[in-house]
């Protein structure tokens, strides 16, 4: 039976809906978050689903809350839904925001990486399935959103966004967002798997991954808060809720994934109006 998971960034929930009838939406059950709030008064005031991502095997649910530092796991075997383990994030107060599965190959996984928001930093957890029965996190490694050489301007907005991690799993991408420099930016780690022990020099037992920082572009805009690839993963198109570009999109090397640092196609900010008002550009993905 096809579900579709819809999460609440106000209220800490998480809804199940049966959408096996295409003209109608079933509901099928609630899952409240909970969990103990982190210490930003201000931002972490409750709890705030702010993603639900399925895994690549197309079991668990990983859920960052922005507001209790954690990332909760629901598992989907035999329609239950059920939250099957709640994974801190080892640095209070970072605010996980957006999260992505490793490898993207469609089986289990073995890393999962989150943007935190609240502190721009990429927390890295391998991933243990124990023996198929359920999914916890384990943190194992934490780096910034931004290079060395191209530091926010105002560190205390600064707010990382979207995170994205390519096919063939050597290259990640995050959005650096409301940093006070005159435009945001894109950043692009590589990504190293590593060996773990039991395996052999012709047949290696696959570990955890490490990320390292390549590059950092312009976004084009102000708060670039979602981006996508396209289906060829070519090209990288991002929004931008303010600024001077809406939409842009960044061509990406096949081979070094790197980005172009201008981009090869715009819209300006002003072309989004609906009625009298300017619009601002939030979600983006190549659908033919």
Known sequence: MPHKLTKSSTNGTVDVWDISDA?????????????????NKLRQDKSYAHQAILDPSGRYFAICDL???SISIIDSQDDKYDIV????????????RHGAWYPQNGGAPTAFVVACELSNTLEVFSVSTNNGSSLSLTH?????????????????????GEIIISSDGKHAYVSNRVSGNATDSISHFKITQQA?????????KAGG???EFVDQISSGGVNPRM??????QKTLFSTNMAGESGVVAFSRAEDTGILTAL???SIPVPNFVVGTQVGTPVFIQQIV
């Open 196 to 204: 773990a022990p039991g395996g052999s020099k012709c047949k290696p």
């Open 23 to 39: 003209s109608a939406l079933k509901h099928m059950k609630s899952l409240t978050l909970g969990g103990e709030l982190g210490p």
């Open 227 to 232: 981006f996508s690839f396209s289906k060829d």
């Open 209 to 211: 991954i490490t990320l």
């Open 67 to 69: 507001g209790t530092d």
């Open 85 to 96: 383990s709640r994974n801190s994030v080892s640095r209070a107060g970072c605010g996980p």
């Open 140 to 160: 194992s490694s934490e780096l910034s959103t931004y290079g060395a050489a191209f530091p926010p301007a105002n560190a205390t907005s600064a707010a990382a």
């Open 263 to 265: 981009p090869i196609a």
